[in-house]
């Protein structure tokens, strides 16, 4: 059965953005009195907040510091994204319309709260809601990746079965939700992992960025489509 939803996550798919999330963490981690490696951080991409911060630190300091780390994340991040000009990945647009033109519905679907959204959009200069048919934030789950939650949440606002869509990510948190919430995942190297890990994750295959993926797509769809079939 061919697919009917796509889901989209934001950070390090559809924009360049990880670095910056990476050293607005290593900024909140100083500022609290920790000096975490940007590489310590780097594997955390992809998690919420409330998953980062004990991963890092541990669920003691989680208790006492997370909420506190997660406003100066969110600051310093808020500080960047006002002085630097974030990259869209290659062809972003066009995947969605031609994702339109082949009658699927399309959902984003990020960690991020949607004050960090309009941030990123605004320094990207690009409006991804008006792109898409559904977007997701955290505000509408109750847990952040690697968690089903927002991709069941975004599945659920199409109105497509989650073994009818699936969804394009870049870390292995998104093929860790992917998997739990029983959507086919396809991996781009434009984020943090890397394609072994990605593969390892549960990516039914692995492009280079949204360019690459979208310029392969009636193979991609016909890829996610037979990895659907199988899950069944």
């Keep these: 059965m061919p697919l009917r939803g796509m889901i989209f996550d934001i950070d390090g798919t559809l924009v360049d953005t990880n670095s910056s999330h990476i050293e607005a963490w290593r900024?909140?981690?100083?500022?609290?009195?920790?000096?975490?490696?940007?590489?310590?951080?780097?594997?955390?991409?992809?998690?919420?907040?409330?998953?980062?911060?004990?991963?890092?630190?541990?669920?003691?300091?989680?208790?006492?510091?997370?909420?506190?780390?997660?406003?100066?994340?969110?600051?310093?991040?808020?500080?960047?994204a006002e002085r630097e000009h974030f990259r869209v990945f290659p062809c972003v647009p066009e995947f969605f319309q031609a994702l339109r033109e082949r009658e699927i519905r399309t959902a984003l679907a990020t960690s991020s709260d949607k004050k960090h959204l309009q941030a990123t959009m605004t320094s990207a200069g690009i409006d991804l809601p008006g792109?898409?048919?559904?977007?997701?934030?955290?505000?509408?789950?109750?847990?952040?990746?690697?968690?089903?939650?927002?991709?069941?949440?975004?599945?659920?606002?199409?109105?497509?079965?989650?073994?009818?869509?699936?969804?394009?990510?870049?870390?292995?948190?998104?093929?860790?939700?992917?998997?739990?919430?029983?959507?086919?995942?396809?991996?781009?190297?434009?984020?943090?992992?890397?394609?072994?890990?990605?593969?390892?994750?549960?990516?039914c295959a692995v492009w280079r960025d949204t360019g690459h993926l979208y310029t392969d797509l009636d193979r991609a769809l016909e890829i996610a489509s037979l990895a659907a079939a199988a899950t069944e």
């Design 27 to 80: 900024r909140a981690f100083k500022r609290v009195g920790f000096d975490i490696p940007a590489a310590r951080i780097k594997v955390e991409v992809g998690k919420g907040g409330d998953k980062l911060v004990p991963s890092v630190l541990g669920q003691e300091l989680e208790s006492r510091l997370g909420e506190a780390l997660r406003r100066e994340q969110k600051a310093e991040f808020l500080k960047i």
């Design 131 to 203: 792109l898409a048919d559904v977007l997701v934030t955290k505000d509408d789950a109750e847990s952040s990746k690697p968690a089903p939650d927002l991709i069941i949440v975004a599945s659920e606002k199409l109105a497509v079965s989650p073994s009818d869509c699936a969804m394009v990510g870049d870390t292995v948190y998104d093929g860790q939700a992917c998997q739990a919430a029983g959507v086919v995942f396809l991996g781009v190297l434009s984020g943090c992992s890397t394609e072994s890990e990605l593969l390892q994750a549960g990516a």
